[in-house]
């Protein structure tokens, strides 16, 4: 991979009030897709190199998370200064830059910026806000995944980063994505940290009081890691070396069912994250408009 770096300094607004992206990517359910984008990304070469070289994940983890998760959603819920977030996203990836050694022992430098590397992340938190709404909610029209799909394709382009690379359409994009997951994502030392994170989470989150945490730690983390092995691809599934049985789908699928019939009766400010519903009071439009 070059290190070449392509910005685009025209000013773009992503989807904003009315789009399906206000109306889904605030969603809580969103971060049952969280290991599953967070592993996808971190199995890039190049993305992989730069959180190793260069975060803090290994050390903070949830507070990496719980930092980058907020300021992602803001691109949609920042509006009608979407634009404006989305730029500072990027221009704090601009120093990310470095060398790693591939497979075939060939050394390669990266750069954060690189259109292949960025659109990648993007392309995952894209395909589990899909898949939160198919799985976890109703499965998608055709009409819907396209208009999804190009909304997102918007919002990318918000951060000024090169569109090079971007599929032109739904279809595309699932070739695009199959193709990654086949013949491009690799167990990087940054991934291997993940899922080690994911089996044996940390000794405390900043969110839940250390008795309670301490408390069901343990016993939740096995579950929640087999949600997540559920929503991969399978070509992932394989490589990470997971098993995936009939019966293991079949229970996937009744989890499933039972988030579909019981997130209506949830009150709507557990439904939504905080940085979704201060962007819908300040537009004064919900998400259904």
Same mark, same amino acid.
């Given at each position: ?35 599953? *984008?967070?592993?996808? #990304?971190?199995?890039?070469?190049? @993305?992989? *190199?730069?959180?190793? #070289? ?13 930092? /980058?998760?907020?300021?992602? #959603? ?7 200064? !979407? !634009? ?21 022992? #060939?050394?390669?430098?990266?750069? =954060? ?7 990648? =992340? ?5 395909? =589990? ?28 382009? +918000? ?6 690379? &971007? ?17 491009? @994502? ?16 940390? =000794? ?23 949600? /997540? ?16 049985? &009939? ?11 039972? &988030? ?22 300040? +537009? !004064? &439009?919900?998400?259904? !408009?």
């Amino acid at each position: 991979m070059t290190a070449e770096v392509t910005r685009v300094e025209a000013e773009i607004e992503p989807p904003g009030p009315g789009s399906l992206h206000w109306r889904w990517a605030g969603e809580v359910r969103g971060y049952l897709l969280l290991v599953k *984008a967070g592993l996808l #990304q971190l199995m890039h070469p190049g @993305l992989g *190199a730069g959180v190793e #070289q260069h975060s803090d994940f290994f050390t903070e983890p949830w507070e990496r998370v719980l930092r /980058s998760v907020p300021e992602i #959603q803001g691109v949609t819920f920042d509006w009608p200064h !979407g !634009g404006r977030t989305a730029r500072k996203i990027r221009d704090f990836h601009t120093h990310i830059k470095g060398s790693y050694t591939g497979a075939d022992g #060939q050394g390669r430098r990266y750069h =954060a910026l690189d259109p292949e590397v960025y659109f990648w =992340a993007h392309a995952t938190i894209f395909d =589990a806000l899909f898949q939160m709404i198919d799985l976890f909610d109703h499965p998608m029209s055709d009409a819907e995944k396209e208009q999804l799909y190009a909304e997102g394709c918007a919002a990318y382009r +918000a951060y000024g980063v090169s569109d090079r690379v &971007v599929p032109p359409d739904w279809a595309s994009f699932q070739a695009y994505f199959d193709r990654m997951c086949r013949e491009e @994502l690799v167990i990087t030392p940054a991934a291997r940290g993940l899922i080690e994170f994911a089996k044996e989470p940390p =000794a405390t989150f900043p969110l839940v009081p250390a008795p309670l945490y301490r408390l069901l730690r343990r016993p939740t983390a096995k579950p929640l890691w087999w949600l /997540s092995v559920g929503t991969l691809p399978e070509p992932v599934r394989e490589q990470i070396g997971e098993r995936w049985t &009939v019966r293991d789908e079949r229970r996937h699928q009744q989890f499933r069912r039972a &988030v579909r019939t019981v997130w209506p009766l949830v009150p709507a400010r557990f439904r939504y994250t905080g940085r979704a519903r201060r962007g819908y009071a300040r +537009a !004064g &439009v919900g998400p259904l !408009g």
